[in-house]
């Protein structure tokens, strides 16, 4: 049974960094989906981004200033976060399923964190 932490979550000022974790216990595939997601106040879960073995995917408004990585051997996958902007409030989430497609479907992702909550103040 995989189970996922995140952690890194905090208050922030407009423009500047943050890293974010995402911790797994139990035995995850190398080649398998990571992801972030991420929930602002009143709207949809939206997809931030996705890594597997080979490849990584971001929605586009995050691109070139959001980076996924992720460390096999110690299970863990990080979200770089440069340039904050105060949109990119919400409580973020990684998850991960059984596929390698990068898919930005939340519902074919099946094991999922508690949420790490990122605030940025204007």
């Known amino acids: 049974q995989v189970q996922l932490v995140e952690s890194g979550g905090a208050l922030v000022e407009a423009g500047g960094s943050l890293t974010l974790s995402c911790a797994a216990s139990?035995?995850?595939?190398?080649?398998?989906?990571m992801a972030w997601f991420r929930q602002a106040p009143g709207k949809e879960l939206a997809f931030v981004g996705a890594?597997?073995?080979?490849?990584?995917d971001y929605r586009d408004s995050v691109k070139g200033r959001f980076t996924i990585s992720r460390d096999n051997a110690k299970n863990i996958m990080t979200l770089q976060m440069n340039s904050l902007k105060p949109e990119d409030t919400a409580l973020y989430y990684c998850a991960t399923g059984t596929h390698y497609e990068l898919y930005r479907d939340s519902t074919l992702y099946d094991t999922w964190g508690q949420g790490t909550q990122v605030t940025v103040s204007s």
């Open positions: 890594i597997n073995s080979e490849t990584t």
């Open positions: 139990g035995r995850i595939f190398s080649k398998f989906a």
